[in-house]
């Protein structure tokens, strides 16, 4: 009697246990080896639970955010917006020296541009890579910006203006008005004045001297008239901070070795807005595969060559493949065996003019300074042999 007890109790019990361990043994033959084990008492039951489970069983359920602000409806919106960019400021920039005085210049900066227009997802894309304007005090960074809405600049055109340039930020208003008189006297009208000051905001915090020595140049060097300076600064205005004396050459060689002798073809071709290199290459290449007829002694050409806008103001596949008729990895071994092609020279220049005298190179000097560009000149100026890194 107590062994029928004894077993049937035994039995049961091993009954239970069977039926409670044989759901979780076959579920843990099923499941991939990367899951974890948990411990379950003093034993370890193998395999049940995915990783990321087992780390939030026994958490709380996180809580949740409210959504990024992307209109602002009410007051409640402009709050909360506020908060939101503070936060992600002071994450993603904790340490540095905006950190300390985001929470004061913050509020007055981002309303303003709010009442400009602005909409919220482009101010928090702004403030997340110009973070640096917060530094400024924020009666400057707000005199600027009514500057440039009294200019008649959209809102994204501000914010393009705004974007990297450091100067601006703290540059003196009566400044501005003195460059964006000279540009109007220059002869820049309303629109072609907004676009030149979003694509290159530069030209606001740009000195007197420099913008007049470049124009000069293109005048009175290069005998553009005032609306071809107009149309050069309005498509490629970085042109102002180079040295007057590359575009000057840039315009030699086009005008000299490639023929082209209608400026107003020059400034359309946008050449300035591309180094010496490129204007070699695109015209060299052409030359040597007999697309491009260089001009005889009198100007004229043999054959009709491709339009100079063409020639340069295109992109490198669409040059090779509908201009040069190459490919684009022959053009690019083009443009390094040219390279090549252009140190030997400067090299073989420099070894030739250490071997000359010293009243040589005075007379070379003195023939230098006297040479002025004539319009009716009629030889070709010989480019292969001039070094381009000088002044010629």
């Known amino acids: 009697m107590r062994d029928c007890m004894f077993g049937s109790t035994y039995s049961r019990w091993n009954h239970s246990r069977s039926v409670q361990s044989k759901p979780l043994f076959t579920a ?43 209109f602002i409806d009410s007051e409640d919106d402009h709050e909360l917006f506020l908060e939101q960019l503070q936060k992600k400021l002071q994450e993603n920039h904790q340490g540095s020296k905006t950190h300390a005085v985001s929470i004061k210049n913050l509020r007055p900066l981002v309303s303003r541009l709010l009442e400009y227009g602005c909409e919220c997802r482009n101010i ?34 501000l914010l393009k203006a705004l974007r ?8 003196s208003i009566d400044h501005m008005q003195l460059r964006v008189a000279l540009l109007r006297k220059l002869g820049f009208v ?22 007049k020595t470049v124009v000069r140049t293109l005048m009175d060097k290069c005998g553009f008239t005032k609306v071809d300076v107009v149309t050069i600064l309005s498509e490629c205005p970085s042109i102002l901070a180079e040295n007057p004396d590359t575009l000057e050459v840039k315009f030699q060689y086009v005008y000299f070795r490639m023929g082209i002798t209608d400026n107003s073809e020059m400034a359309r071709a946008r050449i300035f807005k ?12 052409l030359e040597r595969l ?18 100079l806008t063409v020639v340069m103001d295109s992109s490198d596949g669409r040059f090779a493949s509908k201009v040069a008729g190459v490919s684009g990895q022959e053009l690019q071994a083009f443009a390094k065996v040219l390279q090549e092609e252009v140190k030997h020279e400067r090299d073989g220049e420099l070894l030739s003019d250490d071997d000359e005298s010293s009243d040589e190179e005075d007379d070379d000097d003195s023939w ?6 004539d319009q009716d000149k009629t030889e070709p100026f010989d480019f292969d042999k001039v070094d381009y890194s000088k002044k010629r």
Not at 33 to 61: N, Y
Not at 275 to 284: A, K, N, T, V
Not at 290 to 307: C, E, L, M
Request: aromatic share 8%; proline share 5%.
């Open 190 to 211: 309303e629109g072609r004045l907004q676009k030149v000051v979003a694509d290159w905001s530069q030209i606001l915090t740009l000195g007197s001297t420099e913008l």
């Open 290 to 307: 007999g697309i491009y007829v260089p001009p005889d002694n009198r100007g004229r050409f043999s054959k009709k060559n491709p339009a």
């Open 164 to 171: 990297g340039n450091t100067h601006l930020w703290k540059a």
């Open 124 to 157: 928090s894309a702004f403030l997340e890579t110009n973070h640096g304007i917060l530094v400024v005090k924020s009666e400057q960074i707000l005199r600027v910006i009514d500057f440039l809405e009294e200019l008649g600049l959209s809102w994204l055109r």
């Open 368 to 373: 230098e300074d006297g040479f002025e560009f």
């Open 28 to 70: 843990a033959v099923s499941l991939p080896r990367s899951w974890t084990q948990i411990k379950v008492g003093r034993t370890f039951m193998v395999d049940l639970i995915p990783v990321a489970l087992c780390s939030t069983m026994h958490d709380e359920l996180p809580s949740k955010e409210a959504d990024p602000i992307t």
């Open 274 to 285: 591309y180094s010496l290199d490129h204007l070699r290459c695109r015209h060299l290449i």
